[in-house]
């Protein structure tokens, strides 16, 4: 581990496109912001105190659901897009088999099921070791995550360094810091996973992540290969907010058109025709892929590619806007390096009952 890396992962320095950078909407690149502060707006009334309620009141469906996995039907499909960005490049036909995946992303309450069986710590729990951080300071080698605090004073100028802060204390219990709680938040998904905590939480129920392929072939929900969004060409059919992603100018007005500020309960918006639901916003997803910026070459089985320490995270966020991110399409990706958990990544596990998706 480089001494970058530490300043990385602790988000103390660095101005290239950083493990820091990466786990947000990273189009830092480039990007060209004029901004005044901006009043947010307030969110819709809901009952006081329960955050387990879709915004405009009624329960989700999860909470009538035993959150099974779906059959997923295996077949072809064209993966990647050549229309956006140039990771997505190239598309390819990909033969996909049958497979089960989770209907919701995982839950609070179902990761506390799994913790309270197992006893497992998060990585966002341990205590960094100073060896795998050499020159580090000891000072800044506290257990804690990645959270997304969006600028007051944008004159800095796009630098996102400042909107991601390694903040001590920071883990699934616990999501924007140790004063925080999942307490009212059990039906949304859990953040602050790394991969191996994705992996063993899979493990513990016989399952897996999924592969890349899987994910966007599920995502796409059979609406075809070629449309812009997972359920469809259009952002907002009919006027309607499909996902949980960023109203207004990011990072620094979240005008929550959509109802949500941060994540939403599982299931609040309409599931795509596979019958899946926040395949696309709400929190990133992981995948089994380790990441490589594009599919050319790519070996038909990522995760045979074993030196890489970023994986593969598919769907977009809450914090995935227009002007910034727009990375809520099946195709869209981005990586996450092992080691890393964010308040913005979550995951969903799939039961393979075929051949491996090839
Ligand atoms: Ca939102």
């Not at 006027?239 to 994540?263: C, I, K």
């Amino acid at each position: 581990m480089t001494d970058m890396k530490v300043k990385q992962r602790m988000g103390v320095g660095g101005s290239h496109y950083t493990k820091m950078a990466v786990v947000s909407c990273a189009c830092v690149v480039g990007i060209v912001i004029f901004l005044a502060i901006l009043p947010g707006s307030d969110l819709p009334d809901r009952p006081a105190g329960d955050n387990n309620l879709c915004h405009n009141g009624i329960e989700s469906s999860f909470a009538h659901s035993e959150n099974k996995p779906v059959f997923i039907k295996g077949g072809r499909f064209v993966m990647g897009s050549n229309r956006h960005r140039p990771e997505e490049r190239s598309e390819h036909e990909v033969t996909v088999a049958d497979f089960l995946i989770d209907r919701y992303e995982v839950t609070n309450s179902q990761f506390t099921a799994f913790v309270e069986a197992t006893a497992y710590v998060t990585v966002a729990e341990r205590q960094p070791r100073a060896e795998d951080y050499p020159g580090a300071d000891p000072d800044i080698l506290v257990p804690g995550s990645a959270v997304f605090v969006a600028p007051t004073d944008f004159s800095g100028g796009g630098n996102i360094l400042s909107w991601w802060q390694y903040v001590p204390g920071a883990n699934w219990r616990h999501p924007s810091g140790s004063d925080s709680t999942i307490e009212g938040l059990e039906n949304h998904p859990v953040v602050h996973i790394a991969w191996e905590d994705a992996q063993a939480y899979a493990g513990w129920l016989g399952r897996e992540l999924p592969t890349e392929t899987q994910w966007e072939y599920a995502a796409r929900g059979g609406t075809g290969d070629n449309t812009n969004y997972a359920w469809g060409n259009k952002m907002r059919p009919d006027g309607h907010w499909m996902a949980n992603t960023w109203q207004g100018l990011f990072p620094v007005r979240n005008s929550t058109e959509d109802g949500y500020r941060a994540t939403a309960p599982v299931g609040c918006f309409p599931p795509n025709d596979y019958g899946l639901y926040d395949m696309i916003g709400n929190v990133w997803e992981l995948t089994s892929d380790t990441y490589r910026a594009g599919h050319t070459g790519a070996p038909a089985n990522a995760r045979a590619t074993t030196s890489s320490t970023e994986y593969v995270l598919k769907g977009g966020s809450f914090l995935c806007s227009p002007n910034f991110c727009a990375r809520y399409r099946p195709p869209a990706r981005q990586p996450q390096e092992a080691d890393t958990g964010t308040s913005h990544a979550g995951f969903r596990t799939v039961l393979n009952i075929g051949s491996a998706s090839k």
